[in-house]
């Protein structure tokens, strides 16, 4: 006997209004009877879209941590500093936990989130029934961990905000940081439109009870 | 409880409405990784295609210069980036490895020049004071070759002119580097034109040679008869002209300078090619005075003392300067009678030929000739005091009268100017004559006798002062006593003279009576010169 979902069960909950109706069957795009809004039991197309935006934002993490982020101008000359040309700075000079923070929140974090979403993505292609309450929990982590990432865009915008004194010192923000908003944005959008209970949906009714043990 | 409604509901749930098939949303979000691609390759191939070439450049010592930092400026725009310094293989040199921009490729060709722009003081100028706290960067200067290169070898200084600044180079030889440094000005009329823009030594080691940049337009006043001289610092000649100071700015005072000039006389020419040779003199009248002048060098063989004649005195007709001593030394002639000064001179014989341009060429024929006549006619070589303040000497050459006949000795090699000696030595010689003569007169034996004979004076004359003593109280009484005596006798005879005295009567009877004598006797003198036969025969009868 399969766990009872709601999807198993045949109904189908809608987003808008919370009402619950019975799916019907063959039908290809069933609409809620009482505010009309659509119905899916599942997001629909939820890995393609995933991968869409994964793969986009794979492709942005190159120039956005090849390209300055800040660009420094001052009586010393222009700098322009990448991601991580600023953790080594502040590594050679000694800030280690600093230098810490920030590569992980700007550089491992987005990395990982690319990597962990596509595992996600791809483990719910295959149908893999491996540790699925591993997965949900992997899953919560990066919905939470993933606005943090926008850390040092923001540390750019209020320095490029404030440090404006013309001939003496000037910061802007250079092109990388507008490719890291773009790739953690991306990545934000693709573990939204990735729908958690697909993971569930491979597993079987002792499967999960196994998994949930687990 | 709960359970039973929740049975109760599901069973009549009501039934998803169908709604028509709507087109997928698959596509449309495909778009994003698709422009994600798309955006990818435009960054990629920017950056590739504003990669410009990477070189390197080769410096003694890499100070200042920043891997990723250092920027590489033509005209202070940025041109290139320094991306990695290694050292040379042998360790002996720095490898800079740089990279252009794509835009400035074509700068890297073979005669570029790179150098690290320091803040530096030289020449006079202070340059690169931004470079202070923006660090340094490396400065080019574009080339004009067609062939690009890859590999430079970077100047350790910068070069004093830029490539761009139009003017020519000229080459100055001198005997020594003076006060003159790299950026050193150049100066014509006062106008600063130009720098000097390197020096080093013959390779020989036979003098310096400079390499001076002069700015166009001014570099049209260089024709080849052009004349450089040093302007540095102050000079200060002492001379027999005095006291001379010349300087040409303040600026040369303390870093050197070269001036330069074109003869007035000289003839039209074009102005002088790129890298024309000069030579560089030490002073302007030097560098003025020669010209391309004909130069007769002679001997002037003098017996005094040189003394404060210095190579480069005057040579001087009346005021003209026609010439400048160029060596003093002496000379023992055959019969080692007397050690003898020759001097010798050049003489410029163009300065004495009259309203003529002179040639370079000037045959000396013509001047020997006119050497030759006005020392006939008596003009003689002379030392005499410039100025008797510092006591220098010049050759003075003028007309003397009373000068023993002379003629230019041309077979002596150089030809021997006839001399007489100086003024001033005359007059030293007769008053060393007198002086001899009064060290000769014995004035020890003639002050003795002088005191033995004031000695005796003075003993003659206590005598005499004795002598009119006594002669005061003798024979003054006597002489009274004769006096009385002698008023007594004129007196009687004051009587004896009076016209009624009796002896004055008998004195004018006798005194008729000797006339009446006489006058007989010259009748009887009369007649006996008349008729001397009367003294013996007596007066004739007188005949009727």
Redesign the interface.
């Known amino acids: 006997m399969s766990v009872p979902t709601a999807a198993r069960l045949g109904?189908?909950s809608c987003h808008v209004c919370e009402?619950?109706?019975?799916?019907?069957t063959g039908?290809?795009?069933?609409?809620?009877?009482r505010c009309?809004a659509?119905?899916h039991s599942r997001k629909?197309?939820s890995v393609?879209?995933t991968w869409?935006?994964l793969?986009?934002?794979a492709?942005?993490y190159?120039?956005a941590n090849?390209?300055p982020v800040m660009i420094t101008t001052s009586?010393?000359?222009t700098?322009r500093d990448t991601i991580l040309s600023g953790v080594a700075y502040l590594w050679q000079s000694g800030s280690w936990p600093l230098a810490t923070l920030v590569f992980v929140a700007s550089v491992v974090v987005p990395l990982l989130k690319l990597l962990a979403l596509g595992y996600l993505a791809a483990s719910v292609h295959y149908r893999s029934r491996r540790n699925v309450l591993g997965r949900s929990r992997l899953f919560r982590v990066l919905e939470f961990v993933g606005r943090w990432s926008m850390l040092d865009v923001f540390v750019v915008m209020v320095l490029a905000a404030l440090v404006k004194l013309q001939s003496l010192a000037n910061i802007q923000a250079g092109p990388g940081a507008m490719w890291f908003g773009i790739v953690v944005v991306?990545t934000m959008l693709a573990s939204m439109s990735f729908d958690p209970r697909l993971i569930w949906d491979s597993v079987g009714e002792d499967d999960g009870r196994q998994a949930g043990a687990i | 409880m709960a359970d039973k409604p929740a049975q109760s509901d599901m069973a009549d749930l009501p039934q998803a409405r169908v709604a028509e098939k709507r087109r997928s949303m698959f596509s449309l979000v495909w778009i994003v990784p698709l422009l994600a691609v798309l955006i990818g390759v435009w960054l990629a191939w920017r950056a590739y295609s504003q990669t410009g070439p990477a070189f390197t450049i080769v410096f003694a010592t890499a100070e200042g210069i920043e891997a990723g930092k250092t920027k590489i400026k033509y005209k202070s725009v940025d041109v290139g980036v320094v991306e990695a310094i290694n050292l040379a293989p042998d360790q002996s040199r720095v490898v800079v490895h740089a990279r252009m921009e794509k835009h400035a490729e074509g700068l890297l060709v073979a005669d570029s020049h790179f150098w690290v722009v320091r803040p530096r003081v030289a020449g006079g100028n202070v340059e690169g004071l931004g470079t202070l706290i923006s660090g340094s960067y490396v400065g080019m200067d574009v080339g004009i070759a067609k062939t690009e290169q890859r590999e430079f070898i970077g100047l350790e200084d910068p070069p004093i002119v830029s490539r761009d600044v139009p003017g020519r180079h000229f080459v100055l030889k001198a005997e020594s580097a003076a006060s003159i440094t790299v950026g050193s000005p150049v100066f014509f009329r006062r106008v600063k034109v130009g720098e000097v823009e390197s020096f080093r030594l013959e390779h020989d080691g036979d003098g310096v040679r400079y390499r001076i940049f002069v700015q166009a337009p001014y570099d049209q006043y260089v024709t080849d008869h052009t004349r450089f001289w040093e302007a540095s610092g102050i000079d200060i000649k002492l001379s027999a002209t005095g006291l001379e100071v010349n300087t040409e700015s303040l600026a040369a005072i303390a870093i050197g300078g070269i001036a330069f000039q074109t003869r007035q006389d000289a003839p039209a020419t074009q102005p002088a090619g790129e890298d024309a040779r000069f030579r560089l003199f030490a002073r302007r009248d030097a560098a003025l005075a020669r010209a391309e002048l004909s130069v007769v060098p002679m001997q002037m063989r003098f017996k005094e003392s040189v003394r404060g004649l210095t190579v480069g005195a005057p040579v001087d007709f009346r005021g003209v300067t026609i010439g400048e001593v160029t060596n003093i030394r002496l000379d023992i002639p055959e019969d080692r009678s007397q050690l003898v000064m020759v001097v010798l001179v050049d003489i410029f014989p163009d300065r004495l030929q009259r309203g003529r341009i002179p040639t370079s060429k000037e045959d000396s024929k013509p001047f020997s000739e006119g050497a030759q006549l006005l020392v006939k006619n008596g003009v003689r070589a002379q030392l005499k005091t410039g100025s008797l303040l510092t006591g220098q000497l010049y050759v003075a050459l003028d007309f003397y009268s009373g000068a023993k006949p002379a003629v230019v000795k041309w077979d002596a090699r150089p030809p021997e100017f006839p001399t007489v000696p100086g003024t001033f030595v005359g007059v030293e010689e007769n008053v060393m004559a007198i002086s001899n003569k009064l060290a000769k007169v014995p004035f020890d034996a003639i002050g003795q006798d002088l005191r033995a004979s004031l000695v005796t004076l003075n003993r003659t004359l206590d005598t005499v002062s004795r002598l009119a003593t006594t002669m005061d109280r003798d024979v003054s009484q006597e002489i009274r006593k004769a006096i009385a005596d002698m008023r007594q006798t004129l007196t009687g005879v004051d009587r004896n003279l009076e016209e009624s005295a009796p002896l004055k009567q008998d004195v004018r009877e006798a005194m008729r009576e000797i006339a009446r004598a006489a006058a007989s006797l010259r009748h009887l003198t009369d007649y006996l010169e008349q008729h001397p036969e009367a003294l013996i025969r007596g007066k004739p009868e007188e005949k009727p």
């Open positions: 109904f189908l009402r619950v109706t019975r799916a019907v039908a290809a795009a069933p609409k809620c009877p009309g659509r119905l629909p197309s393609a879209r869409a935006l793969i986009a934002a492709i942005l190159v120039p090849a390209q009586l010393f000359g700098q991306l």
